[in-house]
């Protein structure tokens, strides 16, 4: 199957990693992929496993790109004359929109990632001949928000590389309490940093880790506040891949105020044999089942984050309980092959349409 991937850029994020994943166990397997994007991060490593990729930059939204755009990706659907074409990304999903009458007997898949504002330019994101949503909850939103017929649209999570089974946890004296996240406002980091002041004030032993890129403004103000609160000592603020922060991290929380579309972060640490501790929003209760695979709170909840905290560390039988049935679980349901192999159902069910 001869498969085109369009996004705006393959560098840092969670569609840019999913794209990277697929294109490189599908071409394993036997499938073509050619890539539509800006550059990044990930390009280099695609290139050398023969994947073609063809630099089309479509994150700066302006009238000039979308126009530019549009030509230029007529001219590498008719060169390249993909069996589909999978787009990702508000802007990127109106380019194809708008060509999409040009290749009729070319299916187009869209994808849903994000719980998006701005319902009417969002919705794009619903217009492909089939949409693929990485959690139930964007399903609903789908069908509620934007208006997507539930009939279009397939349930097709994402997926973590297996490695994170593997990862060693380093020695330590404290328990380690990590989070990782983009420094932004809606992930919920002072509410974090505020169940470490409560722990920290009742005499437990512990470390926090902050690990994320963004804004610096932003990563500034978390500094100032550790100074401020006299935590300079126990908390770190740094920037490095995940699977060399679950090395150091003993419990993570996910504490978003906003609702995540899926939580990556969450299976990656689920994976390594870490507690997750997560808001009760969004996508985050289908992958964790409070007080069997971890423990969901309420959005802004910082001491019931520091309870459960609190709880993992005094009662060992119960960290070792639900670290072993979240890798389980995590594992069956959100392995990377689970993810292309039904990636490419939803790919095959648009084909057999055709014949």
């Not at 569609?15 to 991060?41: L, Q």
């Not at 280099?44 to 530019?68: Q, S």
């Not at 069997?292 to 459960?308: H, M, Q, R």
Request: net charge positive; hydrophobic share 40%.
């Amino acid at each position: 199957m001869k498969i085109l991937r369009v996004l705006p850029s393959m560098d840092f994020g969670g569609i840019e990693r999913g794209v990277y994943d697929f294109s490189s166990v599908a071409t394993i397997s036997g499938h073509k992929v050619v890539i539509v994007s800006g550059p990044g991060r990930f390009i280099p490593p695609l290139i050398e496993k023969g994947i073609r990729w063809y630099n089309l930059p479509m994150d700066k939204k302006t009238p000039a790109v979308f126009f530019r755009s549009i030509h230029q990706l007529k001219e590498i659907i008719k060169e390249e004359k993909p069996e589909i074409v999978h787009i990702q990304s508000r802007f990127p999903c109106w380019i194809a929109y708008y060509i999409k009458g040009d290749f009729s007997s070319t299916p187009f898949v869209t994808s849903i990632h994000n719980f998006y504002n701005f319902r009417w330019y969002s919705k794009a994101t619903g217009k492909g001949d089939l949409v693929i949503t990485v959690s139930n909850a964007l399903k609903k939103y789908a069908i509620d928000y934007l208006n997507v017929p539930e009939d279009k649209i397939r349930v097709v999570y994402n997926g973590v590389e297996e490695d994170f089974a593997e990862i060693e946890k380093g020695h330590s004296s404290v328990i380690r309490i990590g989070m990782i996240a983009r420094f932004t406002m809606w992930k919920g980091h002072f509410c974090f940093l505020e169940a470490l002041r409560k722990l920290h004030k009742g005499g437990c032993k512990i470390e926090g880790l902050i690990v994320g890129t963004g804004s610096n403004r932003y990563r500034g103000k978390l500094e100032e506040w550790v100074i401020k609160n006299g935590m300079r000592d126990i908390v770190n603020i740094q920037q490095m891949d995940a699977k060399e922060a679950l090395k150091n991290i003993d419990i993570l929380v996910v504490p978003s105020v906003k609702p995540e579309g899926f939580g990556r972060t969450v299976v990656e640490a689920q994976m390594s044999k870490t507690p997750v501790i997560g808001t009760d929003i969004g996508a985050l209760p289908e992958l964790i089942k409070n007080g069997e695979t971890g423990f969901l709170v309420n959005p802004g909840d910082s001491d019931s984050i520091a309870d459960y905290i609190e709880k993992l560390m005094k009662d060992k039988v119960l960290y070792q309980k639900i670290s072993n049935q979240a890798q389980k679980i995590a594992i069956e349901k959100f392995s990377l092959k689970n993810m292309v192999e039904n990636t490419l159902k939803v790919y095959s069910e648009l084909l057999d349409r055709k014949c």
